[in-house]
């Protein structure tokens, strides 16, 4: 298998929605655009990139929603990239159709109590749904990889809580963990550097809400009272 050296990933720059949550009630969510902080943020992510890919070629996939597709434009990496694919896999997680402010708020206010990784919502997906897309996605990851013309890098430009399962998926992470994460700002880039015996190690942890280690289960978790 020609796995990469590096599969980067990197979160949309600010959106729209990242500064008014009202316009989830009248724009579908996968047509929000970026600010003008939001594209200079992935400005500034795609010269972090091209210094890690040291001129070497890389293969992107990006989510097909509108702030990630124009993230993508504004990392300006056209000059190294191999080809581009378009991941509905890698698309955020579902939350509703047109989100009515209220609602969604209720919602969150449950879904920090019942836990992000298993609460769906209502018109929406779970954490857990994302995780099950995301590793339909692996599978399709590692038949490309096996390919000998295969570039040396991959390029995820995605979602914060998709980075964060994706990288659950792939070290095995508990969900206990998983629930201990947070997001990674706008324009954030993570990283999983090929090691020589083949492995992987993530270059910057996400940052914790809760302590909590990567093989803590539901057994250590504090008990519930009912």
Known sequence: MSAPQQIIMVRHGQSAANVDTGIYNRVPD??????ELGVQQARDAGERIRRQLDGQQVCVYVSPYLRAYQTLEALGLEDLTERVMEEPRLREQDWANFQIAGDIADQKELRNAYGHFFYRFREGESGSDVYDRISSFMET????????SYA????LVTHGLTMRLFCMRWFHWSVEYFESLNN??????????????????????FSQWNECNETTTVL???????
């Open 30 to 35: 996968y047509r929000i655009p970026l600010t």
């Open 141 to 148: 990851l590692y038949r490309h990889w096996s390919k000998p």
């Open 152 to 155: 040396p890098n991959t390029l």
């Open 184 to 205: 990674p700002g706008n324009a954030e880039i993570r990283t999983l550097i090929r090691q020589e015996e083949g492995k992987y190690r993530l270059d910057t942890p």
């Open 220 to 226: 250590n978790a504090p008990p519930m009272h009912f």
